[in-house]
């Protein structure tokens, strides 16, 4: 079992910047690809971004690309997800996940996830 936490959201205007960090407990952290995704209301879940486990890949989406980064740091078990110019189409609830080796955009293939983080843009 991995057990993740989010936490960094909050309220912020448009054009601001936000820091996620999630952090893991459990099996070696370091063996599990990490993504972002995220949830607005009546829509569903989309990917934001994803790292391999050991950080040396990513990928993300085309409407976030430029504005956000993904990182790791595997000595402290911690995925971050770095958001600047941030606009009202941002707002969602931000949820980190981890999956066995291989990082990916389809939610479906993994494995554990946060209860996440609420992430509000105001213009």
């Known amino acids: 079992q991995v057990q993740l936490v989010e936490s960094g959201g909050g309220l912020v205007q448009a054009g601001g910047s936000l820091r996620l960090s999630c952090a893991a407990s459990?099996?070696?952290?370091?063996?599990?690809?990490m993504g972002w995704f995220r949830q607005a209301p009546g829509k569903e879940r989309e990917f934001v971004a994803a790292?391999?486990?050991?950080?040396?890949?990513?990928s993300y989406a085309d409407s976030v690309k430029g504005r956000f980064t993904i990182t790791r740091d595997n000595a402290k078990n911690t995925v971050y997800l770095q958001m600047n110019s941030l606009k009202s189409e941002d707002t969602a609830v931000y949820s980190c996940?981890?999956?066995?080796?291989?990082?990916?955009?389809?939610?479906?293939?993994?494995?554990?996830w946060g209860q996440g983080t609420q992430v509000t843009v105001s213009s």
């Open positions: 459990g099996r070696t952290f370091s063996n599990y690809a």
């Open positions: 996940a981890a999956r066995w080796m291989m990082y990916g955009s389809n939610d479906k293939e993994y494995n554990y």
């Open positions: 790292i391999s486990w050991s950080g040396g890949s990513t």
